[in-house]
């Protein structure tokens, strides 16, 4: 059985139920896995840690889970198995703000380009993904770290990329493409406590990501 890292990115004391039961009541992990847990307060470093510590492992695959998603109890059964011929996979997200709207990030993003889903079912080829992507070892491999980066505007008053999408580009300028399986979805937490003012932060000049 391949071994399988399971990167949780928490900065937070507790995580909620839905979170908790739905990785641990999962039906077959199908993949030996082994958890980390990175708390460092800065996103970027916590996700570069989580990488960094993988890669010293003798893990075949990377994994990272958020605490403010609930997954299907299928979800290991269902997706591990993809990761060798994919290399790079991740499932669909329903975005907790926008009832009907799911994720991957180029609903935000590529504002001018949307993914239309519609009634699509299977597996596509996509631009980019945000979270919840398995990884094959090979994928992270062809990339040097620093792997999450973020830039500044000019006058360093906010955050000129998107740190998911920066990342995620890199894989495709070193050969690899990006997929998403459009038949395993994860729920994006509502309770998780986010503002109308961050969200509308986050989405305000979406077109201004790298």
């Known amino acids: ?13 507790t995580v909620s139920a839905d979170f908790f ?4 009541g999962q039906q077959d992990f199908v993949a030996s896995p082994v958890f980390a847990r990175a708390i460092h307060p800065w996103d970027v470093i916590r996700n570069n840690q989580l990488i960094s510590w993988f890669m010293n492992t003798d893990c075949e695959y990377f994994v990272k889970m958020d605490v403010d998603q609930k997954y299907p109890k299928d979800y290991f059964l269902r997706m591990v198995p993809l990761i060798e011929k994919y290399k790079i ?15 991957p990030l180029v609903n935000w993003a590529d504002a001018d380009q949307p993914l239309d ?18 990884f094959h070892r090979s994928a992270l491999a062809a990339l040097k770290p620093p792997y999450y980066e973020a830039y500044m505007s000019e006058d360093g008053l906010k955050r000129k990329n998107h740190v998911d999408i920066t990342f995620m580009k890199k894989f495709v ?3 690899f493409k ?16 986010v503002s109308r003012e961050v969200h509308d932060t986050w989405n305000r000049g979406r077109k201004e990501v790298l």
């Open 1 to 13: 059985m391949p071994k399988i890292f399971v990167g949780v990115c928490n900065s937070q004391n």
């Open 21 to 24: 039961w739905s990785v641990i």
């Open 89 to 103: 996979i991740g499932p669909l997200i329903f975005d907790r703000f926008s009832a009907g709207n799911f994720l």
């Open 117 to 134: 889903l519609g009634s699509r079912h299977g597996i596509i080829e996509v631009p980019y993904l945000h979270t919840n992507c398995f």
């Open 173 to 175: 300028s070193a050969g």
């Open 178 to 193: 990006i997929f998403v399986n459009l038949d395993v979805v994860v729920e994006h937490l509502a309770e998780v406590a």
